[in-house]
């Protein structure tokens, strides 16, 4: 298996020292809450997840940048698809838009949060390469 490089492991949830663990318990549709389940530390390398008390607080920067994305890219679409859309329908629409989005853009927005503070180690991430 080829190594991970720093986007890659990020935008597929893993572990940003060792590129390998996921950060991420496996969560289920049918149990919403399981979806924001995430590991204290990595089961690979065992790096810890939260550094520091409240560290995710600045994940919420980044999920807002990531929300603002898909709004206007809602926005857009629908100004393509019904260009006489009510404002309503616009508010509805972006509703929608963050409900089905919010596992995607909470994981995601935690996963660059640690990647811009955690280093990768090579010495953790090739222990599984020849
Ligand atoms: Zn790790």
């Not at 390398?45 to 940048?65: D, I, L, R, T």
């Not at 006489?84 to 409900?99: A, M, P």
């Amino acid at each position: 298996m080829s190594q991970r490089n720093w986007l890659s492991s990020m935008l597929t949830l893993r572990c940003p020292k060792c590129r390998k663990g996921p950060l991420f318990q496996s969560g289920q549709i049918s149990r919403p809450g399981s979806l924001f389940s995430m590991h204290s530390a990595c089961p690979h390398c065992k790096q810890s997840f939260e550094p520091e008390p409240g560290f995710y607080f600045g994940a919420m920067f980044v999920s807002y940048g990531i929300n603002t994305a898909l709004f206007i890219t809602a926005w857009v679409a629908l100004l393509f698809i019904y260009p006489n859309y009510s404002l309503g329908l616009l508010l509805g629409i972006l509703v929608v838009v963050v409900l089905l989005s919010l596992p995607f853009s909470f994981r995601l927005s935690r996963s660059i949060w640690l990647a811009l503070f955690v280093r990768f180690d090579s010495s953790t991430g090739n222990t599984g390469n020849p």
